[in-house]
T-cell receptor
Framework: ETGVTQTPRHLVMGMTNKKSLKCEQH?????MYWYKQSAKKPLELMFV???????ENNSVPSRFSPECPNSSHLFLHLHTLQPEDSALYLC??????????????FGAGSRLTVL | AQKITQTQPGMFVQEKEAVTLDCTYD???????LFWYKQPSSGEMIFLIY??????QNATEGRYSLNFQKARKSANLVISASQLGDSAMYFC?????????????FGSGTRLQVQP
């Protein structure tokens, strides 16, 4: 596989469930990102990992917990979510520095619905 | 204050015509990068074009060109010879500074519909 792959593509969960979103990149990048895209709102940055270290946490509620076990994988663990957390969650990757840091490559997203 | 402003929620264009999508930005950092992404209904964000703040010439990539007006802080996307497959959401984005840890800030997007 090439590019950035996100699973699952669609997820429906109750407010008491625990689930995880997975992102995998095969581009040799060493920075990974989670963005949230809600209806009629700009993309919101949630987390940034560079060289497997979390370097940015954009005031995200603790019910979202990221994990980056290596430079190719990024997870977003979800627990006790609220209906307003329903959104498209986009993962992206890039080089951590240099000219390659200019371009983020995105996955197709995980569409989350919280009931 | 918004960093990236896209004032056109929706645009229509006839097939084979050119269209300009507006983007203005706000930053005090002398080093920044400007990006345009396309998001079809499938959801994936597709990189189109990049302009660095120090680049002297406007960026071009095939049918895409970026009209960079630094003094006006605008970075409009021009799509020439529109195709039906160009129908999608288009997002303008900015990175401030040139460190890899700076993520992109996105505008609210413009929905482009190409009509046959």
């Amino acid at each position: 596989e090439t590019g950035v792959t996100q699973t699952p593509r669609h997820l429906v969960m109750g407010m008491t469930n625990k689930k995880s979103l997975k992102c995998e990149q095969h581009l040799g990048h060493n920075a990974m990102y989670w963005y949230k895209q809600s209806a009629k709102k700009p993309l919101e940055l949630m987390f940034v990992y560079s060289l497997e270290e979390r370097v940015e946490n954009n005031s995200v509620p603790s019910r979202f917990s990221p994990e980056c076990p290596n430079s190719s994988h990024l997870f977003l663990h979800l627990h006790t979510l609220q209906p307003e957390d329903s959104a498209l969650y986009l993962c992206a990757s890039s080089q951590a520095g240099g000219a390659g840091a200019n371009v983020l490559t995105f996955g197709a997203g995980s569409r989350l619905t919280v009931l | 204050a918004q960093k990236i402003t896209q004032t056109q929620p929706g645009m229509f264009v006839q097939e084979k015509e050119a269209v300009t999508l507006d983007c203005t930005y706000d930053t005090s950092d002398p080093s920044y990068g400007l990006f345009w992404y396309k998001q079809p209904s499938s959801g994936e964000m597709i990189f189109l074009i990049y302009q660095g703040s120090y680049d002297q010439q406007n960026a071009t990539e095939g049918r895409y060109s970026l009209n960079f007006q630094k003094a006006r802080k605008s970075a409009n996307l021009v799509i020439s010879a529109s195709q039906l497959g160009d129908s999608a959401m288009y997002f303008c984005a900015m990175r401030e500074g040139f460190t890899g840890r700076r993520a992109l800030t996105f505008g609210s997007g413009t929905r482009l519909q190409v009509q046959p």
